[in-house]
């Protein structure tokens, strides 16, 4: 799987492009990232709900050019030949 970092995450991760085995699903790919980049990757991803974790509003993450709300959310499974690309949210005005 390829997997792309974007903004912020970048610069956390030390690279923008990696080459990895992929997990079965976008939910266990981000906790892998947390726990190999803890709290700086978690503040850019994770917001802390009454109910648990939850992804960020705004965050962005594509599988194959097809963002995961339109596929099966953050549940949606990986394979190894999937494109993975994830977006921090940004502000604008």
């Known amino acids: 799987m390829i997997l792309r970092l974007h903004a912020f995450l970048m610069y ?9 085995k992929a997990p079965a ?6 906790e892998k990232l947390s ?15 009454e109910d648990g974790k939850k992804l960020m509003m705004g965050t962005i993450i594509m599988v194959n050019g097809k963002h995961i709300a339109h596929l099966n959310g953050i549940d949606t499974a990986l ?15």
């Open 25 to 30: 699903t976008v939910k266990e790919l981000l």
């Open 79 to 93: 394979c190894d030949d999937d494109v993975v690309n994830i977006f921090p949210p940004v502000g604008g005005g």
């Open 12 to 20: 956390v991760a030390g690279q923008r492009e990696f080459s990895i």
């Open 35 to 49: 726990a190999e980049y803890g709290e700086k990757f978690d503040k850019w991803i994770w917001s802390e709900e």
